[in-house]
């Protein structure tokens, strides 16, 4: 099965790579009389910008300060961080940096994160690689690594970006206030100018933006805290991580410290074992600094036991498991029909590639553009009901959900109850997806599937061709796969 026809997306333009992949500045200045006005949606790259203004009104202000000017402004100084950060006191103005009110109530609003009734998640940014992030864990994390050395190195690293957040949210779900320990995901009004995100089911105490920004808090601070010098600048601090523009060989190329490769990142940089422990810790001083208590040996050898179910899930969820960009999140239109669910597990991953669009995506907004027109494609001129594939894999670092872990797809002809048809974006008769993208599906997509119990353990996976006639997935793919493992002849 080949893929959609590259007819050009009416939403976003193919000739616009990745609306600058920081987009146009939004950040308007009034005249110098006035409070600098800010007009600007939620994303990354308007933070990015009002920080820039914050620093260049402040020269030679230190990070460090500038840090806590930010987490003045947003209110973030309960006893917990200031056991870590230190007391930020009110009278001390010459080491913090001057704002206006109108640049001081949007960082405000940017920073101080919380979960609306209605399940909207504020606080949190949308990413150029078409990610969430709540503001407030990555930035304490760069405070954190910066002060490593004037206070002992790394102590309040995880317990600010992730450890209370996860160890709070195992707790409630514990004690069944909660519906599930870890997440959900959400999806943004509007993925070009984003002012609202809604989560996609009830909320633990740990979604899916708040652990990305703990994850990014943990690698920039250590980051930060192994430079011989400081940056001078946080603004290019969070340019260089968030808005890296892939070119060519794409993630293969790319430097190591940049928001695409996050996962990896932080399962090279953190243990089971040392969260376990970090999460137990922060939830023991937690008690003692906000609650006035002293946590009793049997209760913490209880919570010990919480908190490691807790920490095998999260390493499943966000370690194990490759990021995958939701339907909402690139645009699908509705599923046509009634979907036919999927008895799991499964015994088998089909391979294809998509043939057109012939080339790989390197961004957020090339990939989604290509899902739509591949979903249009597969539903207007195919007449099927949803695209076909169950997963997409884009060469920006991502995964795209088709139709997902729970429908059968259209896919693999006679096929497609027993297993999960997964596909390349661009054409691999000659040349190969990158090497990162390659191990998405390989490494992590088979074994978040494995042990998520959606593929038995000794699965087999096929090229598209062997089972049906077909040059797909592509000479070059279909050559590489045979190497991999699991991969399986078919028997006549």
């Known amino acids: 099965m080949s893929g959609a026809q590259g007819v050009e997306d009416s939403m976003i333009s193919p000739m616009e790579p990745h609306r600058k992949l920081c987009l146009t500045l939004l950040v308007v200045l009034v005249s110098a009389h006035t409070d600098t006005k800010v007009t600007s949606s939620q994303h990354m790259d308007d933070f990015i910008r009002v920080l820039e203004q914050v620093e260049d009104s402040n020269p030679g202000l230190e990070p460090v300060n500038v840090l806590r000017g930010l987490r003045r402004a947003a209110g973030l100084r309960d006893e917990f961080m200031q056991h870590f950060l230190g007391t930020i006191r009110e009278d001390s103005t010459s080491e913090a940096p001057v704002m206006d009110s109108n640049l001081s109530d949007f960082i405000g609003r940017a920073m101080r994160h919380k979960v609306t009734e209605r399940g909207r998640e504020e606080g949190v940014v949308l990413t150029a690689d078409g990610t969430t992030v709540a503001m407030s864990p990555v930035l304490l994390g760069i405070e954190a690594g910066l002060v490593s050395e004037t206070r002992c190195r790394f102590c309040g690293l995880y317990p600010l970006t992730l450890a209370r957040n996860l160890g709070l949210s195992f707790q409630r779900f514990h004690s069944s206030l909660l519906s599930q320990r870890l997440g959900p995901d959400g999806c943004w009004d509007d993925v070009t100018s984003p002012q609202v995100f809604t989560l996609s089911d009830k909320p633990s105490l740990a979604t899916d933006a708040l652990v990305n ?152 907004q090339q990939c989604s553009a290509d899902m739509r027109s591949m979903q249009r494609f597969h539903q207007d001129d195919r007449g099927w009901d949803d695209i076909g594939y169950s997963f997409v894999a884009g060469s920006d670092g991502y995964l795209y959900e088709g139709r997902g872990w729970h429908w059968q797809g259209a896919h693999t002809k006679g096929y497609n109850s027993k297993g999960y048809g997964v596909s390349f974006i661009g054409d691999y008769t000659s040349s190969l997806p990158s090497q990162q993208t390659m191990e998405l599906v390989r490494d992590r997509l088979a074994s978040c599937a494995v042990g998520g119990g959606r593929l038995v353990g000794n699965f087999t996976l096929y090229g598209h061709r062997q089972l049906v006639k077909t040059s797909c997935p592509g000479d070059a793919l279909y050559s590489e796969i045979t190497g991999w493992e699991h991969f399986g002849e078919v028997q006549n």
């Open 213 to 364: 920004g703990g994850m990014d808090g943990v690698i920039l601070g250590i980051e930060v805290s192994a430079q011989s010098q400081r940056p001078l600048k946080l603004s290019s601090l969070l340019r260089r991580y968030y808005c890296h523009h892939l070119e060519g060989e794409g993630l293969d190329a790319a430097p190591r410290l940049i928001s695409q490769l996050r996962r990896e990142n932080f399962r090279e940089l953190a243990r089971p074992h040392l969260l376990q422990r970090q999460v137990v810790r922060s939830l023991v001083l937690q008690r003692r600094l906000i609650d006035h208590s002293t946590m009793l040996a049997q209760e913490k050898e209880e919570l010990t036991a919480v908190v490691r179910e807790g920490i095998k899930e999260f390493v499943h969820r966000y370690m194990d498991c490759p990021a995958i960009i939701p339907r909402c999140q690139w645009g699908a239109a509705p599923y046509r029909g009634t979907p036919t669910p999927l008895s799991l597990p499964l015994s088998f991953m089909y391979i294809h590639h998509t043939y057109q669009p012939g080339q790989p995506c390197l961004t957020f």
